[in-house]
């Protein structure tokens, strides 16, 4: 048996950057992605520029990087518990300076420009793409060139020769230490060598460090934490297959763009940590719009949902715990797919507003997510039929974004208290919720009334309704701008139309139009923008209108039959005329009557959207 001990050692750069380029140095399995920024950024968040200029003002890394060290036959190896940000800030420095001191550079560069020289854009990214040992070792920049097999770039400036050897001369003491010593040779790294100790040991002693540490999330650190829990079995293999392809593809995104040698994975050796990591990511291929892949911040969606279903992650990776969990996630984000195809279907939202409905999922965080799938899987604990899932969640989403759409603080203050997936305190609010949604998943909408929607309703239209008096402004209609449409009234449209047109007509292309042409005019004040003058109408019967009479809708090819199926909100010829005329120009006569008209339709896509929603 090794006996285990703790060496405290001190390496210059250059020892460092020699066992990383001879990849002596490996990083674990549950190490982190390097976080740390090459500059700095206005939250003063760590980054390889300040601890660069650290280095330079203390010469010594103070805090130790911490490896375990193991030696076999070949050689000593080391494995990076701790500092893999460091590492690859000094690591980037050496190989690329002045992606880190760009500014270094600023003065060259300005003679470089006064000199003009038609290869100044190459020279200059040779100077950025140096390496700090080019750089310092660099005699003359004409002998480099030579050196490069680029002595052709260097005889347009060879007029200026010796100022760009002075001045390359004052970036290198820039890059000295005391502007004679080199950095690599200069500055000592602390480091601790664990000698003896175990992957499952190393795994340990990252976590102990790392603890208490707030810039380490929850997840990072159940990577180590789950790192030897891995007696379970997936009975699945089709999806084991799936999964591992998930994992391995986990593990090149988190070693991409490090510098040291990065754990491959392995399918025989998955853990409860690459489980659930790699599980989400399947689920975020199949289901991109509402699954999002591993967290960077934060405790991830897949493991919140685990621990609010088992209680614990210690002890409770069983084969039928993890099996049970992959069913019910499976099962769940189906459910949930069909709760967005019914609100949005793609078939029809597309065609009327360009996705945008659609993308509106995108918004849920991750929070309204994991409140939102422990409602379905607690349904499906007590055998709820699909349907009643499905218009229960569609009640809750619908009125959760609706209520966005209002501009009023205190109203919208108050809608909220209905809205289920609305959280406004920490996470244990959010985890109390989560269990009381597995165990009582009505509370998910039983708020939601039809009278509740309806007032909601009310308030949306009454703040998008803005009259304004019609001006002329340089020969042109002032407002004549169209107001872009909230997600209530698309949405109200979308039901309207999913209700009354049929399927083989929404293949059109459709756009919204104003029943009164957007180029009408008006005497006093009146919002040609409101929502019960607005329809969505196939494209080719709109282009035969133009500002005409609406008769014009049943003249286009077509048009009688469509004009049919939405005859509830296109006002009869009579009622029309008594509105606006089309002497010359469209002219609203009867500001009353027209908004008569707006009020009537506004309410028919009220009534059958609530409808739609409780019958």
Same mark, same amino acid.
């Given at each position: 048996m090794t006996d285990k001990r703790i060496k405290n050692e001190q390496w210059s750069i250059k020892h460092l950057i020699s066992k990383i380029d001879n990849k002596d140095i490996t990083k674990p399995k549950f190490q982190r992605k390097k976080k740390w920024d090459?500059?700095?950024?206005?939250?003063?968040?760590?980054?390889?520029?300040?601890?660069?200029?650290?280095?330079?003002?203390?010469v010594n890394s103070v805090h130790a990087i911490t490896f375990g060290q193991e030696s076999?036959?070949?050689?000593?190896?080391?494995?990076?518990?701790?500092?893999?940000?460091?590492?690859?800030?000094?690591?980037?420095?050496?190989?690329?300076p002045f992606e880190i001191f760009s500014k270094y550079l600023d003065d060259l560069f300005k003679i470089f420009d006064d000199i003009n020289s038609e290869n100044n854009s190459e020279i200059k990214e040779i100077f950025k793409s140096l390496s700090y040992d080019e750089i310092i070792k660099m005699k003359t920049p004409a002998k480099f060139f030579r050196q490069k097999n680029k002595r052709e770039l260097f005889e347009e400036i060879r007029l200026e020769e010796e100022v760009i050897e002075q001045e390359v001369e004052k970036i290198q003491k820039k890059l000295m230490i005391n502007e004679s010593d080199t950095f690599d040779s200069t500055v000592k790294i602390?480091?601790?060598?664990?000698?003896?100790?175990n992957t499952d040991e190393l795994c340990k002693t990252f976590e102990r460090i790392n603890k208490y540490n707030s810039k380490l999330t929850e997840t990072e650190l159940l990577a180590c934490r789950l790192h030897n829990i891995c007696d379970f079995t997936i009975n699945n293999k089709p999806f084991e297959t799936e999964l591992n392809e998930c994992i391995?593809?986990?593990?090149?995104?988190?070693?991409?763009?490090?510098?040291?040698?990065?754990? @491959?994975?392995? @399918?025989?050796?998955?853990?409860?940590?690459?489980?659930?990591?790699?599980?989400?990511n399947m689920c975020n291929r199949k289901y991109p719009k509402f699954i999002d892949k591993t967290d960077v911040d934060g405790l991830s969606l897949f493991f919140k949902l685990y621990k609010a279903l088992y209680g614990s992650y210690i002890n409770t990776f069983t084969s039928k715990n993890i099996n049970d969990f992959k069913e019910k996630l499976l099962d769940s984000c189906e459910i949930f797919n069909q709760v967005v195809s019914s609100i949005f279907t793609e078939k029809i939202n597309g065609k009327l507003f360009n996705k945008s409905c659609q993308e509106k999922i995108k918004t849920l965080k991750k929070n309204n997510m994991f409140m939102l799938l422990s409602c379905i899987i607690g349904f499906k604990n007590i055998n709820t039929d699909r349907s009643i899932i499905i218009k229960n969640l569609e009640k809750c989403l619908l009125y959760h974004f609706m209520v966005s759409d209002l501009k009023d603080k205190d109203k919208r203050e108050d809608f909220k208290n209905s809205d289920?997936?609305?959280?406004?305190?920490?996470?244990?609010?959010?985890?109390?919720?989560?269990?009381?949604?597995?165990?009582?998943?009505?509370?998910?909408?039983?708020?939601?009334? @039809?009278?509740?929607? @309806?007032?909601?309703?009310?308030?949306?239209?009454?703040e998008i309704n803005n009259p304004y008096e019609r001006k002329l402004e340089n020969g042109n209609n002032k407002n004549d701008k169209r107001r872009t449409l909230k997600f209530f009234e698309k949405t109200i449209m979308f039901y309207f139309y999913k209700e009354n047109i049929p399927t083989n007509m929404l293949e059109n292309e459709f756009s919204i139009e104003h029943i009164c042409p957007n180029s009408s005019e008006w005497n006093g004040e009146l919002d040609k923008d409101r929502t019960g003058n607005l329809i969505p109408i196939i494209s080719t019967i709109n282009s035969s209108r133009g500002n005409k009479h609406i008769s014009e809708y049943s003249n286009a090819d077509g048009g009688e039959k469509f004009i049919k199926f939405i005859k509830k909100i296109i006002p009869q010829h009579d009622i029309y005329n008594n509105?606006?005329?089309?002497?010359?120009?469209?002219?609203?006569?009867?500001?009353?009557?027209?908004?008569?008209?707006?009020?009537k339709n506004e309410e028919e896509y009220r009534q059958n959207f609530i409808n739609c929603l409780f019958k």
């Open positions: 090459t500059l700095p950024k206005k939250n003063s968040t760590p980054n390889e520029y300040a601890y660069i200029n650290f280095l330079y003002d203390t076999n036959s070949q050689g000593i190896f080391y494995s990076n518990i701790d500092g893999n940000n460091r590492i690859n800030a000094i690591k980037h420095f050496m190989d690329k602390n480091v601790n060598l664990f000698e003896g100790y391995k593809k986990y593990y090149e995104d988190k070693s991409n763009q490090e510098v040291l040698d990065c754990y @491959e994975f392995e @399918e025989a050796n998955i853990n409860a940590h690459d489980f659930v990591v790699g599980f989400q289920s997936i609305t959280y406004r305190a920490g996470g244990g609010f959010i985890e109390n919720m989560a269990k009381q949604l597995l165990s009582d998943p009505e509370i998910i909408s039983n708020k939601l009334t @039809e009278k509740l929607f @309806e007032n909601l309703l009310c308030q949306l239209y009454i509105i606006i005329s089309h002497d010359k120009k469209p002219r609203i006569k009867s500001n009353k009557l027209y908004n008569n008209m707006c009020e």
